[in-house]
């Protein structure tokens, strides 16, 4: 198809075929309308190497697909992000975190290798060895470099239970304080932190086990069981710390059913006991349908009064960001999940010479601030994080101007790639693909 279209004489820009409401994004592309559709449908586990410890992927492969795959041989991938529908490919181009990213970093961060198809219809691999300069731009770069076709993820092995610690803390300070500490212990096989008000926060340390004891053992992702965040705020409201196992692949996927908190906006009484035994094997709807069947009246709206934001800082940050969140948004609960920012080449890395200790901070539902008005608001957010030296996941809406964009992303690497290969005709720069300023 790329051969096909240099032949057509690469008159626009190419994109996937994939349509924007598939995608996991709220946000619906309107370059797919006039750019050149390639049509990638490869959605398939490749090869799963044992003694490398590697699985080989194809980019439409979803995290429920892989871990219903790789669980049963034994085997789990390091860095296993929250939602079943999100793919390899969505990942890798863009970005990939869970509770197990301060030990691994983020998604891209245990990827080995990358197989692409370039503009001139060539087909590379590329890893730190070969063509590193490639495989480091490749991430973030939202598939403005070439089309992933395949990619290595490194495998660890895989244990029946999730041992899990549930610990309700109170005050900012302590907040940040017992986060930062437990971030930094690598016996945590996972950290997350649901924070529920400006003073209120359960912090989660797991456990990755093959011994469960059975009155412990909750079975969370089964239909009938209330959403996790919910259950989780019970440890606040009662005060008490607990310990539970939970299956791994139900820990995995444990905001799945709920979206995180954003179904209760769709579904306000999806919580409810009698609807989650009734109806509770219908939810949550698929992100695609909703965005399918959603009018453009809605989708502004949508736009105007809920923010859904993911914003990496670095964990010294952290209290300046939850008060500045606070602040500009007023959203609750936060989602809080730390990583290790190695310091590779590309668009994200750390400000020094070091691996840096970074948190996302997830901000998703209705803004409960008095004068939130969308495009003022987060331009006022983005520019507290670039003044951190933070980063903006790219799924969401960006308000930045391009001078901003490459003021928060190191570029360097990015440009100097698009030119040596010849992207300029082939693919739009990756600002003018996500930024609304540019969109507009």
């Not at 390639?38 to 995290?63: F, H």
């Not at 939602?83 to 490919?89: F, H």
């Not at 440890?235 to 995995?252: A, M, Q, V």
């Amino acid at each position: 198809q790329v051969r096909e279209w240099k032949n057509e004489g690469s008159k626009r820009y190419m994109c996937t075929g994939r349509p924007g409401w598939l995608t996991v994004s709220l946000r619906v592309g309107k370059y797919k309308k006039v750019h050149k559709n390639i049509m990638i449908n490869l959605m398939d586990v490749l090869e799963v190497d044992s003694e490398r410890k590697v699985v080989r992927v194809e980019p439409l492969v979803t995290m429920g697909q892989l871990t219903a795959h790789l669980n049963p041989m034994g085997w789990t991938i390091p860095v296993v992000p929250e939602l079943d529908d999100l793919t390899v490919g969505g990942l890798i181009m863009g970005t990939g975190i869970e509770s197990s990213s301060h030990i691994y970093g983020l998604f891209q961060h245990t990827c080995v290798a990358y197989e692409l198809v370039l503009a001139d219809g060539s087909l590379v691999r590329c890893s730190p060895t070969e063509n590193s300069d490639l495989f480091y731009a490749v991430p973030w770069s939202c598939g403005t470099l070439g089309f992933l076709v395949a990619a290595e993820i490194q495998m660890i092995p895989a244990k029946k239970y999730v041992k899990i610690h549930y610990e309700p803390v109170r005050g900012l300070q302590k907040i940040c304080e017992k986060f930062t500490e437990e971030s930094k212990k690598k016996e945590n096989s996972f950290v997350e932190g649901l924070v529920y008000s400006l003073e209120e926060a359960v912090i989660m340390t797991g456990v990755l086990t093959d011994e469960a004891e059975q009155s412990k053992i909750n079975r969370i992702g089964n239909y009938y069981k209330p959403w996790f965040f919910k259950h989780v705020e019970k440890y606040l409201k009662d005060d008490r710390t607990g310990i539970e196992y939970i299956p791994s692949r139900h820990y995995y996927h444990r905001h799945t059913r709920s979206i995180f908190w954003e179904l209760q906006d769709i579904i306000p009484f999806g919580n409810n006991p009698i609807f989650r035994y009734v109806f509770g094997w219908m939810v949550p709807p698929k992100i695609s349908l909703l965005k399918l069947t959603q009018g453009e009246a809605i989708r502004k709206l949508y736009e105007q009064h809920h923010v859904v934001q993911d914003m990496l800082v670095p964990m010294k940050s952290l209290e300046k960001s939850i008060q500045t969140f606070h602040a500009d948004l007023n959203v609750y609960p936060l989602w809080l999940c730390p990583f290790i920012l190695p310091n590779n080449p590309g668009m994200v890395h750390p400000k020094g010479d070091e691996a840096e200790l970074y948190v996302d901070i997830g901000a998703y539902g209705e803004p409960k601030r008095k004068q939130f008005e969308a495009r003022a608001s987060m331009r006022q957010m983005e520019k507290f994080v670039r003044s951190v030296h933070g980063f903006q996941m790219l799924y969401a809406d960006c308000y930045m101007t391009r001078e901003e964009f490459w003021d928060m992303f190191d570029g360097s690497l990015y440009h100097k790639l698009r030119e040596q290969m010849n992207c300029k005709d082939a693919f739009p720069e990756v600002y003018d693909k996500i930024c609304k300023a540019a969109r507009h």
